[in-house]
C-alpha cells in the first residue's frame, strides 16, 4: 500500500494490529520501526510517497520502500555522550535495529528499499 | 497530553504517546514552562504508552535544560516497552530512574 503521510501510515497500522489482533509490544514494536523509517524519508528526501508491505508471518516482515538517492545507512550506537553528536536520524536508526530481528537496506532500480524482520 | 506542576521538583507528567506527530507541540508545551528552572526536574512517564525518536528528542531536551541549569533530570514510572525504549537508547545512562 502508499502511503503520503504519518498520519496515514498510524492508522493503517492501528487497523491492521486490531485486525490481525496483534500483542500490544509486537504492535508497539511494528509503529515503531516503521515511525522511524518513515519519517526520515519525510524529513530528509523529497519524496512524498512511500509503500509499505506487512507480512503477518512469524517473525512479521515489513518492507518499506520510496524512490531516493543512496542513503549513508550507518548505524553507531548511542552512547551518553554521543546522542547529541548523533546525526539526524541516527537515533531512530538505532532503535529500528534494536527492535528487529533483521534489518538489511539496499539502494535499487532509484529506490531505498527496508526489509526488516521483528 | 502534558501536565507540568511545579512543587519541590518540576514534574511534566507525559501520558499516552510521544512521537513524529506530537512531538513538536508537546516541545513547545514543555519548554514553555522551563522558562524559568530553578528546581529539579521529574519526568514521569507512567502513563506513557508509546514512544518513538522522535519523542526522546523531546526528553533529551528536558535532560539538556536541566543541565544547563545546573539541575538534575530523573525518569519516573518507565515500564514495559517504554522503558525498554529509553535503556536501549541509552537514555538510562544519563537519566536517573526516580520512585
Redesign the interface.
Known amino acids: 500500500m502508499t502511503f503520503h503521510s504519518?498520519?496515514e501510515v498510524?492508522r493503517y497500522i492501528t487497523s491492521f494490529c486490531k485486525e490481525k489482533h496483534i500483542d500490544?509490544?509486537t504492535c508497539?514494536?511494528l509503529?515503531?520501526v516503521i515511525?522511524?523509517l518513515v519519517?526520515n524519508m519525510f524529513k530528509y528526501t523529497a519524496t512524498q510517497a512511500c509503500t509499505l508491505f506487512i507480512k503477518h508471518t512469524d517473525p512479521m516482515e515489513i518492507t518499506v520502500e520510496y524512490p531516493s538517492d543512496k542513503f549513508d545507512f550507518t548505524i553507531n550506537?548511542?552512547?551518553?555522550e554521543?546522542?547529541?553528536k548523533m546525526k539526524e536520524g541516527g537515533?531512530?536508526l538505532?532503535?529500528v535495529e534494536?527492535?528487529t530481528h533483521t534489518f538489511t537496506y539496499r539502494h535499487q532500480d532509484g529506490k531505498s528499499i527496508y526489509k526488516l524482520t521483528i | 497530553m502534558i501536565e507540568i506542576h511545579k512543587d519541590k521538583n518540576i514534574l511534566i507528567a507525559i501520558s499516552g504517546r510521544l512521537?513524529?506527530?506530537n512531538a513538536d507541540e508537546a516541545r513547545e508545551t514543555i519548554m514553555e514552562s522551563l522558562a524559568e528552572v530553578d528546581k529539579d526536574i521529574v519526568i514521569d512517564v507512567s502513563n506513557l504508552v508509546?514512544i518513538?525518536?522522535?519523542g526522546?528528542?523531546v526528553i533529551?531536551k528536558c535532560a539538556?535544560t536541566a543541565r544547563e541549569h545546573h539541575k538534575e533530570c530523573s525518569l519516573k514510572g518507565a515500564q514495559?516497552?517504554v522503558r525498554e525504549?529509553f535503556q536501549?537508547?541509552?537514555?538510562l545512562?544519563?537519566l536517573k530512574e526516580t520512585e
Not at chain 1, 77 to 80: A, I, Y
Not at chain 2, 88 to 91: A, L, M, Y
Request: aromatic residues 12%; neutral net charge.
Open positions: 504519518m498520519s498510524d500490544e509490544t508497539f514494536k509503529r515503531l515511525e522511524e519519517t550506537k548511542p552512547g551518553k554521543a546522542l547529541s537515533l531512530g538505532f532503535l534494536s527492535m | 512521537d513524529s506527530m508509546y518513538s525518536s522522535a526522546l528528542q533529551l539538556k514495559g516497552t525504549i536501549v537508547s541509552g537514555f545512562t544519563f
